[in-house]
């Protein structure tokens, strides 16, 4: 069986009323199959590796990145936002 390889783009953020970020809405692609998902994620729970992958599961979508490789993974995703901007 192949791993599974996704890839993650951040599509927009809700905030509270007092300005902070509530969630990030990110799109989530099997990069395996095309199997695209928009997940909703609280802030508080985006850099954690371990609630990602809680999150995806629910959406039987297998994620094993450590947690090292899941900020990695932010990052990247962050800076390729920046480029747009």
């Known amino acids: 069986m ?3 390889t996704l890839s993650f783009k ?3 953020c809700t905030k509270k009323l ?3 970020i509530d969630r990030y809405l990110l799109e989530v692609t ?4 095309g ?3 928009d997940i909703s994620v609280e802030a ?3 850099t954690s590796a371990h609630s990602m992958k809680r999150i995806l599961l629910g959406r039987k979508m297998f994620y094993s990145a450590t947690q090292s490789k899941h900020e990695k993974m ?3 995703m962050f800076e390729s936002l920046s480029e747009v901007i």
């Open 35 to 37: 199997t695209t998902e």
């Open 2 to 4: 192949a791993e599974t």
């Open 74 to 76: 932010l990052v990247e």
């Open 18 to 20: 007092d300005g902070t």
């Open 44 to 46: 508080k729970h985006l």
């Open 30 to 33: 099997d990069t395996r199959d």
């Open 10 to 12: 951040y599509l927009r």
